[in-house]
């Protein structure tokens, strides 16, 4: 969809003869249907001005074709301003400039972040020049047109009230900068900017391209299917055994085969360890291979930004960041967009989406809707907050609402925790979840060990941490002080003092070279896996006379797994007990079987360890 497009000609004229931001805003309103804020308004006051004004070279072609809010299918994102036509040697060409009203900046130590204005605060934002590319690149990947016919696209970034100050233009934004050129305020610059587009649009096309571009379809490149299947080939981590064979050509088969006439919904159920995320991965590059549009969801980020760096070999992002998404991207989506949609960690799925929880109807809903197949991977019993709302049943509703036809498997063979599915039942029965047939482990199976001191834990973590992969976490029961001051410890237990890791490596804490150093917690570490991992247990889950007591008032005040509990407790106390037992005792259940090989565990309260000593097998040899 484009809200306005025109001729260069065309743009110079409606903004001479009128306010230009009432004929976006008019252009707008027929496109959508919907009206914009004044912020919105202000900034096409101010931005398009200044483009007005950087056209006025007779060198750009009057009939240069120029498009403003181009949106990006499969995204929310719109280009702000788009040229098209051809260059010299008359190649097709398109350039998308990002605009900004930017007149200040602070850098930050992360990779194209950097920190600015918005909405009142200081806050976190993409670098200009980054955002910008990561529009072409799903151009380049995605849009039909552009790789069938030609099509090159030239992205750049124009902030008009920002003087260059070495910072936004510093030396570590340089590699996002040199493929996506920053033009500043002042004549020099403007100077510049006008030589690079007419460098890319030396002859008008009268919008040619700009159609070719907005009636392509949406479909995964040849290009890149190949190199995604490529990145996969020869690593072990996602070589499919067993029933997931069985399972990956059954959704395989439903994916192709659903249309908008006949949608299909899998539900894939599985616990810990029996390789629903592999599964899902496989999916992802196997439909995008077949050409289909395909996208991996989770609500929590940790997973797929661990997968995605696992396939691209780096923790940059790159062009297949596209293939991943969060669960809440989906509320203006058009209905079977997508060929399918692969949900990983379903059960994590909220009702409403945005910052603040207030956006969209239902994101179940949402996701079936916006696909032609969904495929949903689930374990009901790794729900870890309040707001999870991902339930088989809710699932089944919705799809026949849609009119879906339902698919239901179940992954059964466990690769995590040595394939024990014996510590798996009495992880069930220690931590009072259900009764299972194994109230004792032998841990000749399942290395399990309880450690008097925390600093004990952390030093055998430490020693098996061969290759990366042995990490500490903990249930969320300190607050996260370092978050203000960088140099406080979080995790004070005695002379132990150790940070939480919830911002340096945000969701690659699991396989971010020091990490072992800091605390991980479960939104970190969800669907994720190590050889070993470390549980510190703490006061919000203990025992008393061989029972499991949970306490949410223990929880850090400031987690929000259980936000709102305190309110439940006064209209539905019952229920309120009911359910912050479940999410606590789920939390450590999760927490407990992230380690494929073993798990070490330290209380902070006495007689809960020794419960756990109580229940292993003294004859069993480490």
Same mark, same amino acid.
């Given at each position: ?19 230009? /931001? ?61 040229? *098209? ?33 918005? &909405? ?20 380049? &990947? ?37 493929? !996506? ?22 002859? &008008?096309?009268?919008?040619?391209? =700009? ?15 190949? !190199?995604?299947?490529? =990145? ?22 439903? !994916? ?20 629903? *995320? ?54 203006? *989506? ?51 907050? =309040? ?39 009495? =992880? ?84 971010? /070279? ?109």
């Amino acid at each position: 969809m484009i809200v306005y497009a025109a001729t260069k000609q065309q743009f110079l004229k409606d903004n001479d003869n009128d306010d230009i /931001e009432d004929v976006i805003l008019r252009h707008y309103k027929e496109a959508t249907g919907k009206t914009v804020g004044r912020s919105e308004i202000r900034s096409w006051q101010g931005s398009l001005t200044y483009m007005a004004k950087v056209l006025r070279d007779e060198g750009l072609p009057s009939d240069a074709g120029l498009a403003i809010e181009l949106h990006i299918p499969q995204s929310s994102k719109r280009i702000d301003f788009l040229l *098209t036509g051809r260059d010299e040697n008359q190649a097709k060409k398109a350039v998308l400039i990002e605009l900004k009203q930017w007149s200040k900046a602070t850098a930050t130590t992360k990779d194209a972040i950097v920190k600015t204005a918005l &909405g009142g605060g200081l806050v976190e934002t993409i670098h200009p020049s980054y955002q910008v590319w990561s529009y072409a690149a799903l151009l380049e &990947g995605f849009n039909e047109a552009v790789y069938d016919k030609s099509i090159e696209i030239r992205p750049c970034a124009y902030l008009h009230n920002y003087v260059s100050d070495g910072i936004i233009d510093s030396a570590h934004y340089e590699p996002h900068i040199s493929k !996506a050129p920053l033009f500043l305020k002042g004549p020099d610059e403007l100077t510049k900017l006008r030589s690079f587009l007419k460098k890319h649009i030396a002859h &008008g096309d009268n919008k040619e391209v =700009l159609y070719e571009l907005s009636d392509g379809k949406i479909r995964p490149s040849k290009a890149l299917a190949e !190199a995604l299947e490529g =990145l996969m080939t020869g690593k072990p981590e996602f070589v499919l055994i067993d029933d997931q064979k069985a399972i990956f050509e059954s959704a395989l088969a439903a !994916a192709s085969e659903a249309s908008d006439q006949a949608p299909k919904v899998l539900i894939i159920e599985g616990g810990p360890g029996t390789g629903k *995320t592999v599964l899902a991965i496989n999916l992802l590059v196997r439909l995008t291979e077949l050409r289909l549009l395909s996208k991996y969801v989770s609500k929590n980020a940790a997973p797929r930004k661990v997968y995605e760096s696992k396939l691209v070999g780096t923790i940059k992002r790159s062009h297949f960041s596209n293939f991943f998404s969060g669960s809440g991207a989906f509320i203006d *989506t058009e209905p079977n967009t997508f060929d399918a949609l692969i949900v990983d960690e379903a059960h994590r799925l909220n009702e409403k989406s945005g910052l603040y929880g207030n956006l969209g109807e239902n994101q179940i809903k949402e996701l079936i809707e916006s696909a032609k197949c969904s495929i949903f991977f689930i374990d009901e019993d790794q729900r870890v907050t =309040l707001s999870d709302i991902g339930s088989k049943q809710a699932i089944r509703a919705f799809a026949k609402a849609k009119g879906a036809v339902v698919e239901e498997y179940v992954l059964s063979s466990q690769f995590r925790c040595s394939g024990s599915d014996g510590y798996m039942a009495w =992880l069930d029965d220690v931590l009072g979840i259900r009764s299972t047939a194994n109230p004792t482990l032998n841990t000749s199976e399942y290395e399990f060990k309880v450690f008097d001191s925390p600093q004990a834990l952390h030093d055998a973590i430490d020693e098996k941490n061969h290759g990366n992969k042995a990490r500490v976490v903990a249930g969320y029961c300190w607050p996260w002080l370092s978050k203000k001051d960088p140099t406080a410890a979080d995790i004070v237990i005695g002379d132990y003092k150790r940070q939480w890791n919830l911002d340096q490596d945000g969701s690659l804490w699991i396989i971010a /070279e020091n990490s072992i150093e800091q605390v991980g917690c479960i939104h970190t570490c969800q669907g994720l896996e190590v050889d070993y991992i470390g549980v510190i247990i703490g006061p919000d889950l203990v025992v008393r006379d061989g029972k499991v007591v949970t306490s949410p008032d223990e929880r850090d005040k400031h987690d929000k797994s259980i936000r709102g509990w305190k309110k439940m407790m006064k209209e539905q106390p019952t229920l309120a007990k009911n359910e912050t037992d479940v999410i606590i005792k789920n939390t450590y259940r999760t927490l407990m079987t992230r380690g494929m090989k073993g798990c070490y565990l330290y209380c902070t309260d006495k007689e809960t360890a020794q419960y756990f000593e109580s229940r292993l097998n003294q004859h069993s040899n480490y």
